[in-house]
């Protein structure tokens, strides 16, 4: 493990900072927020990914083109980027194309955030976030260790097998449902039978899908609550519009692929409970990984026909979610203006290098 003295002796040499970021996922988000701080920025691409960046020309300083997103973590580019003050904001595909041996051990430059915490995001990490929802007692699915004790509808979150990023959700409604299923999308390629030995089998809770987006680090005043987005996914999207009698005329595998994003809000009266579970995750989250959460983080949750907050995934760095940056009421309430994550985490820059406190939102 990296430690935090080796970083922070990094950080005691910037005379500045410029943001960088992995070219994928959550970039321009980052980026442009960091542009509408003030801030420099790089961008690195695998080779034949960089057009979006190249496009919108507002957005990256400099444009670093490598073979492989993995070359990002060479000794070559972690002395370019400590060399020129770089602090790295972590995504998704960070986290993905380096691994987390990578980022927790080898990766020796200062990023935004607690880097012991992001593999808590794997369900078959042992302190994953299930153990951190029910630590910091945020109501999260019944889970079902043994799929022989399906006893009523639920998901089964396994990982894909060609694309690393993406889970093969399905639903099953019993034991004999669950062996038909997974035996057919073994057969087919989608998933492989190892993975499915460590996928996560959860009661499928119905309401409305909202994902809620929160922004914490230790200097920071209280936890913020960005805004609200759901996600668009395909095919499962486009197989719900569909009326009831051609779903069921249509032989098709349903699964949960991320394309794009749209904005939502929610009645005043939930508020309240939005902001607890955002606090309480916070609390928890310190207590089991000290420093605890440092940047961004998202609750991905249903609300019940009772009105009941289900916390159904977790996002431990910076969820993904442009449409957030135009559409969310909230930081206006705090703020004056509407942002989104990625201009909030420039503005924790700024506020934590001009009173020496980068040290503290840094490992």
């Not at 073994?186 to 998933?191: A, F, H, L």
Request: with cysteine; hydrophobic share 35%; aromatic share 10%.
């Amino acid at each position: 493990m990296i430690r935090p003295a080796e970083i922070h002796k990094i950080v005691k040499e910037y005379s500045s900072f410029r943001i960088g970021v992995l070219g994928s996922h959550s970039a321009l988000e980052i980026m442009d927020g960091a542009k509408d701080e003030g801030l420099q920025t790089v961008v690195i691409c695998q080779k034949g990914r960089d057009a979006p960046y190249r496009r919108f020309q507002r957005i990256a300083d400099e444009i670093i083109v490598v073979d492989k997103f993995q070359d990002m973590a060479s000794a070559k580019m972690q002395k370019l980027f400590n060399d020129t003050n770089t602090i790295i904001i972590p995504h998704r595909a960070l986290t993905a194309y380096l691994g987390y041996d990578v980022i927790e051990n080898k990766f020796k430059v200062p990023i935004f955030g607690n880097r012991s915490l992001f593999q808590a995001e794997e369900r078959s990490f042992s302190k994953n976030q299930y153990h951190l929802l029910e630590k910091s007692k945020v109501r999260f699915p019944r889970l079902f260790r043994d799929p022989k004790k399906i006893d009523r509808p639920a998901i089964v979150k396994v990982q894909e097998k060609t694309r690393k990023m993406e889970r093969a959700f399905f639903t099953v409604s019993s034991y004999e449902d669950y062996k038909q299923k997974s035996e057919e999308r073994i057969r087919k390629g989608i998933i492989r039978r190892e993975d499915l030995k460590k996928a996560s089998i959860e009661e499928l809770v119905l309401g409305t899908y909202m994902n809620f987006n929160y922004f914490h680090t230790p200097i920071s005043e209280q936890v913020d609550f960005i805004g609200i987005e759901r996600r668009l996914q395909t095919n499962l999207y486009d197989f719900n519009s569909l009326p009831a009698k051609q779903q069921m005329d249509i032989d098709v595998d349903i699964q949960n692929i991320e394309v794009g994003h749209t904005p939502a809000s929610i009645r005043e009266s939930l508020l309240e409970k939005v902001i607890e579970i955002g606090d309480k995750f916070v609390a928890g989250v310190r207590r089991i990984y000290p420093p605890g959460i440092i940047g961004p983080f998202s609750l991905q949750s249903v609300i019940t026909k009772d009105l009941e907050l289900v916390v159904y995934d977790v996002s431990l760095r910076v969820p993904g979610n442009p449409i957030v940056a135009t559409t969310s009421p909230y930081t206006k309430y705090q703020y004056g203006e509407t942002f989104g994550v990625g201009r909030r985490i420039a503005m924790e820059l700024k506020r934590a290098y001009e009173l020496g406190r980068l040290d503290k939102v840094l490992t």
